[in-house]
Nanobody
């Protein structure tokens, strides 16, 4: 199985940028569809983005399209989430997750098998 560790969160002003990293160990990320989710206080976990195991297909939540980019560095076995033009409503704990199934890219968190511990992103207005 794969172990996932997120990093890169922090406090940023609205309009700023952050890059989150998800370092994998145990197995290579190319064995999984890799997703990012987020959870704000008092709210359910929400899909943000997913990258296919081939690295050729992505899907984004409408709320982040055009602002966030998911990518992968195979040599570092790491998945990234570049977040630009951040808004206060992007404030949440961000989680990296791995889906071992083959086929469709999933947006529901229940389909993901492995999760990191999360990293806090706070966007001030």
């Amino acid at each position: 199985q794969v172990q996932l560790v997120e990093s890169g969160g922090g406090l940023v002003q609205a309009g700023g940028s952050l890059r989150l990293s998800c370092a994998a160990s145990g197995r290579t990320v190319s064995n999984y569809h890799m997703g990012w989710f987020r959870q704000a206080p008092g709210k359910e976990r929400q899909f943000v983005a997913v990258l296919s195991r081939s690295g050729g297909t992505t899907n984004y939540a409408d709320s982040v399209k055009g602002r966030f980019t998911i990518s992968r560095d195979n040599a570092k076995n790491t998945v990234y989430l570049q977040m630009n033009s951040l808004k206060p409503e992007d404030t949440a704990v961000y989680y990296c997750a791995a889906d071992r199934t083959i086929g469709l890219l999933r947006t529901e968190s229940t389909f993901y098998d492995y999760w990191g511990q999360g990293t806090q992103v706070t966007v001030s207005s």
